[in-house]
């Protein structure tokens, strides 16, 4: 996994929270499940710069961007496109294994 394009692979997890619609009413929730994981991608990607991700620091992330997919509600299609389009774009082989849709 260490010839992950970071830039890239930030990129599409952002968009991928931008992009899907939220399903569920609790605005509680979403402060908590949505804001606060987004937020700590876009600070984990200015202390991350411009060197490679880890496969662990992988994993960290996908689990927040996952937070936000259970906490918005998004459907498993729509999950898996999105975990589809950021392997695609970031030129990750294969996403973990505890990634699930």
């Not at 599409?12 to 569920?24: D, E, G, Y």
Request: overall charge negative; aromatic content about 8%.
């Amino acid at each position: 996994m260490s010839d992950v394009d970071s830039r890239a692979f930030f990129g599409a997890v952002l968009k991928a929270i931008a992009c899907t619609r939220n399903h569920n009413a609790d605005e509680t929730g979403y402060a908590e499940g949505v804001l606060a994981p987004a937020t700590r991608i876009r600070e984990f990607e200015k202390e991350v710069g411009e060197r490679g991700l880890t496969p662990a620091e992988i994993e960290q992330v996908l689990g927040w961007l996952d937070s936000t997919f259970r906490t918005k509600q998004t459907p498993a299609e729509e999950r898996e496109y999105y975990l589809g389009k950021i392997a695609e774009v970031s030129g990750l082989a294969r996403l973990p294994e505890n990634v699930g849709v």
